[in-house]
Nanobody
Framework: VQLQASGGGLVQAGGSLRLSCAAS????????MGWFRQAPGKEREFVAA???????SYADSVKGRFTISRNNAKNTVYLQMNSLKPEDTAVYYC???????????????WGQGTQVTVSS
């Protein structure tokens, strides 16, 4: 059971990044997938989630700027991040769970995180 996040980096404010999370078949199949982020000194917070069938939900802070999607054939979930702001700077984690939740305890499996840094 593994989740491998990638795609983070350093970008200027207003720029874009696309995060990817590759999952093992057992972790991915039938599960909802979520993205969370954690900035230094802050709690991990919900960013976006998607069900197996493609239903999505977003945190208010990223609505209209971020898009979550998944390719079930490739066992991969994506987070397209546009119009990035300095306050989006954080370590981003992907997670798998049975429901499309917004809380950390609702997810059973977690990736290792990828750093996103947005400069002003």
């Amino acid at each position: 059971v593994q989740l491998q996040a990638s795609g983070g980096g350093l970008v200027q404010a207003g720029g874009s990044l696309r995060l990817s999370c590759a999952a093992s078949g057992r972790t991915f199949s039938g599960n909802a997938m979520g993205w969370f982020r954690q900035a230094p000194g802050k709690e991990r917070e919900f960013v976006a989630a998607i069900t197996w069938g493609g239903g999505t939900s977003y945190a208010d802070s990223v609505k209209g700027r971020f898009t979550i999607s998944r390719n079930n054939a490739k066992n991969t979930v994506y987070l397209q991040m546009n119009s990035l702001k300095p306050e989006d700077t954080a370590v981003y984690y992907c997670a798998a769970g049975r429901v499309r939740g917004t809380r950390v305890p609702e997810y059973d499996y977690w990736g290792q995180g990828t750093q996103v840094t947005v400069s002003s």
